[in-house]
């Protein structure tokens, strides 16, 4: 049988042999366990069967080896698992350590999720923060993921995830996307010189061909040539992409714009050719700032996400 000795020098003598799902064994010290959780001290209350030919009590948990590693590592006074702890792993981690009611791991989990940068997988970290009630951290990735696309198939660290903290996620996403069409809103300038700067920046145009753009229900937010409600179209494509204002103001989409609208015959006799480029650009850039500055007055309540979890970590 394959063993692994998670005490140190300073604990030679362990007592216990802690037997993995994945059938590794590891030594322990139950005094330890027992004070890291309460769980364990019920558990080692009652005696535990010995295996033929090992005199220590050996005791079956359901979490595998890598779990295990990990969590009793983070109790031992004088080791610290090594970091960056993958996050699949820190999810069993987190896991058991609700299930064994063991406040050590518990901040180890929150150490690793404030302290090690998981960039590129924020949904994932989300699911993590949600179940152990990282308030901060669990804020900190639902912005982030506006960076990315809303994916087809979630991480699975959602499997775990509550109903409700799925529900906000998602809401929060939706009132940030709406935040595309809200920016032509006089309302959503700082200044009436801003909404005037923006207003003058919409191109205009009496001879090319005009759209409208907004609900379709109600008064459209505006009336304008028809390349620039397309540009508005294609932008708010990229923007439910990435939800940011950069998204807004990418080279590949202005570009897009104008490639268009110097092919157009219609145009041969207005200056929208001429004049519509920088119009574009200069709208494009004033846009991304309002974009932003709506971005950040959304609310994603901390209390919003409490539910996953009964133990609180400071
Ligand atoms: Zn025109």
């Known amino acids: 049988m394959a063993t692994s000795n998670a005490s140190s020098q300073l604990w030679d003598d362990p007592d216990t042999i802690i037997r993995t799902s994945d059938g590794m064994s590891i030594r322990v010290h139950m005094k330890l366990l027992a004070m890291a959780s309460p769980v364990f001290n019920d558990m080692f209350g009652i005696p535990q069967p010995t295996k033929e030919g090992d005199q220590l009590p050996v005791v079956d948990l359901a979490e595998d080896s890598k779990t295990l590693e990990v969590l009793i590592d983070a109790i031992y006074p004088d080791r610290y698992p090594s970091t960056p702890v993958e996050l699949s792993t820190l999810n069993k981690v987190a896991a058991a350590a609700q299930k064994y009611v063991m406040r050590s791991v518990q901040a180890f989990v929150a150490h690793c999720l404030r302290t090690t940068s998981y960039a590129d997988s924020p949904l994932r970290v989300y699911a993590i923060a949600c179940r152990c009630g990282l308030d901060d951290v669990a804020v900190q990735c639902a912005r982030s993921s506006l960076l990315e696309p809303w994916p087809d198939t979630l991480p699975p660290e959602f499997e775990d995830l509550s109903a409700n903290s799925y529900h906000k996620l998602l809401s929060f996403r939706r009132r940030c996307e709406a935040v595309f069409d809200s920016q032509l809103d006089s309302e959503s300038c700082e200044s009436y010189e801003e909404f ?34 397309a540009h508005l179209h294609l932008a708010k494509q990229e923007f439910l992409q990435r939800v940011d204002g950069s998204a807004v103001m990418s080279p590949e989409l202005v570009n897009k714009t104008i490639r268009e609208l110097r092919k157009g015959e219609a145009y041969v006799r207005c200056d929208c050719d ?41």
């Open 196 to 229: 005037a700067y923006l207003s003058s920046r919409l191109p205009k145009c009496s001879k090319c061909p005009q759209s409208s753009y907004g609900p379709l229900t109600g008064p459209p937010a505006l009336i304008a040539p028809s390349w620039f409600v």
């Open 274 to 314: 001429t004049v519509g480029p920088m119009k574009l650009l200069e709208f494009s850039h004033l846009s991304a700032r309002i974009l932003d500055r709506l971005l950040r007055k959304v609310p994603f309540e901390v209390d919003e996400i409490r539910g996953d979890s009964d133990s609180m970590i400071d």
